[in-house]
């Protein structure tokens, strides 16, 4: 199984989740640079955290236009996984491959915290019964605060694509959703960090359970291995 | 016969007759435009005048203070374990780096940027990080790491709010958007710093021993190149401008404050890592902070021993029609200067490339030791680069002691007359003690840092000192930094206060499991044209001196911040010091916070009779005097190797240094553990007839509190007894929800959620901002 993990001029989360899946998950992992337009043999492409291009515009605004981006959804078309963690969440929502928007905290303010999430029955492994009914991961970010229309929000329900939702909403997010995939199931992003939570040190460790389970959505034998 | 006068200059503007109205304007003084004309040997032009009044203020000559700065230990002879440490010391290059074994070293220095925060705090915040940043990766190491230390007056102003809110968010704003994390800082509330805060920002990078590259100009005839970002009229002059006392037309000042660009600066370490990755590549490398263009062409030639020479022209601009003394004045951020090896022009083009960077050709390294720029061919300023650096002039200043120590000095709380507390004064105080800004959590502000990113932050901000682990190839190692410095300490004696300032920094580190290895210093201070500010300065060095001499910490770099004075005058004096610290084993990792009920807490150090400089004198009498609390170079010694001794043995389940609030302060904050709160019961009747404000509130320095497993109490009270330190065992922690106080005469009882919670929220609910959450 290979990863790759997208490398935008501002990633500044690349690192953390090339370790978490290369020594965390000790899965084969490598970069992917901005500027390929092709993505080479790859089983789950990470969207990291970060400040692509600075987001100085608005998150994910300039990122969605890169090459890799292109590639990207070809490969998400054809039911590739796609994980996009924080800015990588925010990158997936800007190029229409999850559902809704991302904006300011509500209290306009930048938050690094320890958040408790619950965890939805979303898919057969990223559920409950899998993991738990919460997890414990960090946020950082200054724009997680989750947006989607009604009829939106209504399909996201329905198709039970929330994946983890806060239980002390730190941002202002609709209906506490801190995490989706989209209908098909193959593109799954979220703002908390679990590429901070997997070291001994840290002080939550969940961050494994929680990717392992995004990459059991297609590689159940994962879960399996390791339950 | 004096050289010839250069040629006109392309702008006429600046060709206007140099009046002594104009020189003084320059903050240059008539013996110093004298001394520039002896090293040109003639009238120096606009441009030149620019270029030296910037190279020779304080920010950039030291002037006032390199004397002084001698006194610090960066290297010994027959060197000691930490000074044989020192790969690069103070002084040498744009920051310091001391060796962690295995072939890797940490590169660290601490910065000021007070003055832009005053006028523009988020910006001016903002900006400090960045040119601490550049200062680290310009020596070759990757940045991993940023503190930063914060002074501001009293919480309650709604101008204070407002530059407290713009300076966090500011350092926010840069630091989180290139990925470091903000692992630790300090922040105090003190009516000396109102309209003169102060912002001091840490930056700590790794690399290998054979990655250390240096700001050296050499070889003539390679090729000096420009990269990052374009070149624009903001920032014009700062370096002077932060050595001028803030005043009312200093608002007028703001072009002088520059504008920060994170991302750039993100894609400039990058670049510049990979590119210093490649062997042979790079001659010489130097960001350009202060004095930008300027500073970074004459201190490489200057340290190189050889001359430069560069055409405008070429330098990459923001804006049209800049003239010589704009674009060599400016300080435009995210900018630095590569000399390359010859004929590799193409290599570090291809690199910059790849990260969508300028790197722009601008010059060339002469052998003539002078500093040439040209602009549209015309040489706007020719001058000898050492004069710039190493001749920039000395004063010593006239050193006066204070009138106001002679009172402040005798005042003891014994001979006060004042009171001593009761049990209802012992249960309000703890309380209005918990809840003041600069005792209370600062979770306000380092939950809008991120202090997680890069996955190695084992000790999140709020213990005594923030610990990172740093993966080094295939290794791991773990250091521990914190920084300190008691302002009201160090008015009511500098000398003291300065080696207090050390001290508590280093038993932070301990109580963190590390032994601290070397110290940066950020000495902000008042105008030293004022003989009493002088004294202050000079007194506070030797305090950090002899301390870092006693505890064989060598000094390897900082900063000096003089002119902190608002209309109000000079603020308290602030030698901010920062120590980092090596942890030998992942296992000795200490938190300040108590782990299971049941572990009995124990005083290391004695119980002095005295109160002052305490934040209690000032919060409860409203007093800011006395002396500053005692402190003992050898018992601290003593004491600091006691715990570490304690913690590699393993039987130390907490350890929590005393600092501001004393005692009950520091109990109660073992007790707000990140995981749950605990309780504890206290029976201080073993101390004897003390005064109970003095026990309970007084802040006498060498002394922790630590948390043990029951049966352990032994092994500390023997291992105590054998170092001549003592120990009291002060009570038990409890399941129970109260904190309960029995000494000799006064008790008390506390609901610890409820000072938790006052502890907690007492910033944010000052800083809460109507209809937005929190």
């Known amino acids: ?95 229409g491959l999850l559902p809704g928007a991302l904006i300011r905290n509500s209290s306009l303010e930048y938050r690094c915290v320890m958040c408790d999430l619950t965890v939805e029955a979303s898919t057969p492994s990223f559920s409950p019964s ?16 989750y947006r989607i229309d009604e009829a939106g929000l209504a399909r996201l329900e329905a198709n039970k694509q929330i994946l983890l939702r806060y239980q002390s909403n730190p941002n202002g997010s609709l209906s506490d959703i801190a995490g989706i995939r989209n209908e098909k199931g193959n593109v799954f992003g979220m703002m908390p960090h679990p590429d901070r939570a997997f070291e001994r040190f840290h002080q939550s460790r969940d961050g494994l359970a929680v990717s392992r389970a995004v990459l059991a959505t297609k590689f159940p034998e994962l879960l399996a291995k390791t339950a | 016969m004096p050289a010839s006068p250069l040629p006109a200059n392309p702008d006429p503007i600046l060709n206007q007759p140099i009046t002594p109205a104009l020189v003084k304007k320059h903050g240059v003084l008539p013996e110093e435009f004298e001394a520039i004309k002896g090293f040109l040997d003639r009238e120096p032009t606009l441009t030149e005048l620019g270029i030296y009044s910037v190279m020779w203020s304080e920010h950039c000559a030291y002037k006032n203070s390199r004397p002084l700065l001698k006194g610090f230990p960066t290297e010994k002879k027959g060197a000691s374990e930490n000074f044989g440490r020192v790969l690069v010391k103070a002084g040498e290059e744009n920051a310091g780096i001391i060796d962690i074994g295995d072939g890797w070293a ?61 300076v966090v968010s500011g350092i926010a704003h840069y630091g989180n958007c290139l990925g470091l994390p903000t692992v630790a800082g300090d922040v105090y509330f003190d009516r000396s710093y109102e309209g003169n805060p102060l912002v001091n920002a840490l930056c700590l990078g790794v690399l290998r021993h054979d990655q250390i590259k240096r700001g050296k100009a050499t070889g003539v005839g390679n090729p000096v190149f420009y990269v990052g970002a374009a070149t624009g009229r903001d920032g014009l002059g700062g370096a002077a401008f932060a050595s001028k006392e803030l005043s009312e037309e200093s608002h007028a000042d703001r072009p002088a404050v520059q504008k920060g660009d994170p991302f750039m600066e993100k894609l400039l370490i990058e670049a510049c890592l990979e590119m210093m990755e490649v062997p042979g590549l790079v001659v010489g490398i130097q960001d350009m902070g202060a004095a930008g263009l300027t500073c970074s062409t004459c201190e490489t030639a200057s340290r190189g021993g050889a001359g430069i020479e560069i055409e405008l022209d070429k330098v990459p601009q923001r804006e049209t029609g800049m003239n010589s003394y704009e674009i060599m004045l400016s300080e435009s951020q995210e900018r630095m200067l590569v000399i390359v090896q010859k004929g590799r022009e193409k290599e570090i083009e291809e690199i910059f490339q790849k990260w969508d960077l300028h790197a722009a050709h601008v010059g060339f390294v002469t052998d003539t030791e002078r500093m040439v720029v040209k602009q549209h061919g015309i040489t706007v300023a020719d001058i000898p680069a050492a004069s710039l650096t190493d001749a920039a002039p000395v004063y010593k200043r006239e050193s006066r002691e ?71 190839g295939d290794q791991e190692k773990f250091i521990a930094i914190a920084n300190d410095c008691n302002g009201r300490y160090c008015y009511l004696n500098p000398y003291r206060g300065a080696v207090i300032a050390m001290v508590e920094c280093m038993r932070n580190l301990v109580c963190a499991g590390a032994t601290p290895l070397a110290m940066t210093d950020n000495l902000n201070f008042g105008n030293p044209y004022k003989p009493e500010n002088f004294f202050q300065l000079k007194e506070c060095v030797r305090g950090l001196a002899d301390a870092c001499n006693f505890f064989d910490v060598p000094v390897v770099g900082g900063n000096v911040s003089l002119y902190n004075e608002s209309p109000e005058g000079a603020i308290d004096p602030t030698p901010t010091v920062s120590v980092v610290g090596f942890i030998e084993n992942e296992k000795h990792v200490t938190k300040q916070f108590v782990r299971n009920a049941g572990e009995k807490l124990i005083l290391l150090g004695g119980a002095p009779n005295e109160l002052g400089g305490s934040q209690y004198l000032g919060l409860i009498h409203g007093l800011k005097t006395g002396d500053a609390p005692e402190v003992d170079l050898a018992t601290e010694k003593k004491l600091q190797s006691t715990l570490l001794t304690l913690i590699k043995a393993g039987v130390i389940s907490a350890a929590h240094d005393l600092s501001e609030g004393g005692l009950l302060v520091a109990i109660a904050e073992m007790l707000f553990s990140p995981e749950r709160t605990f309780g504890a019961k206290l029976d201080l009747t073993a101390f004897g007839a003390t005064r109970f404000d003095a026990l309970l509130f007084g802040e006498s320095q060498g002394r922790i509190v630590v948390s043990v497993k029951a049966d352990k109490i032994g092994t500390i009270l023997s291992e105590a007894h054998t170092s001549g330190i003592s120990a009291t065992l002060l009570g038990e922690v409890t399941d129970a929800t109260d904190l309960i106080l029995n000494a000799r005469g006064v008790a008390a009882q506390w609901s610890v959620p409820a000072l938790r919670e006052a502890w907690e929220t007492s910033i944010e609910r000052v800083m809460a901002r109507p209809g937005l959450a929190s």
């Open chain 2, 402 to 472: 204070p009138a106001y120590l002679a009172t402040t000095s005798k005042w003891t709380i014994q001979s006060s007359g004042l009171a001593d507390t009761d049990s209802a004064g012992v249960k309000s105080g703890l309380e209005k003690l918990l809840a003041h800004p600069t005792i209370a959590s600062k979770r306000w502000v380092y939950r809008q840092y991120d202090h997680m990113v890069r996955h190695g932050t084992v000790v999140v901000p709020g213990s005594d000192a923030g610990v990172v682990r740093l993966r080094l």
């Open chain 1, 130 to 145: 899998v993991l738990g009914p919460t997890v414990k991961l960090p946020i950082g970010h200054g724009e997680g605060n």
């Open chain 2, 106 to 166: 940490v590169a660290f220095k601490i910065e000021s940027h007070n003055h832009p925060s005053a006028i523009e705090p988020f910006e001016g915040a903002a900006t400090g990080v960045g040119g601490i940043v550049r200062d680290i990766f310009t020596m070759g190491a990757r940045p991993v790491l940023l503190t930063n230390s914060l002074r501001f007056g009293e919480l309650t102003s709604p101008t204070v709010q407002r530059l407290f809110r713009g």
């Open chain 1, 1 to 95: 199984m290979n990863i790759g993990v997208l490398q935008f001029p501002g990633s500044n989360c690349d690192q953390d989740a090339f370790h978490l899946f290369a020594n965390g998950l000790g899965l084969p992992t490598r970069y992917i640079w901005h500027k390929d337009t092709t993505l080479g043999d790859v089983d789950l492409v990470i969207v990291p955290g970060g400040f692509a291009y600075g987001d100085y515009l608005r998150c994910g605004a300039i990122a969605r236009f890169s090459p890799v981006m292109k590639a990207v959804a070809a490969y998400a078309d054809k039911g590739g996984l796609v994980y996009g963690i924080c800015n990588g969440f925010q990158i997936l929502c800007e190029a």
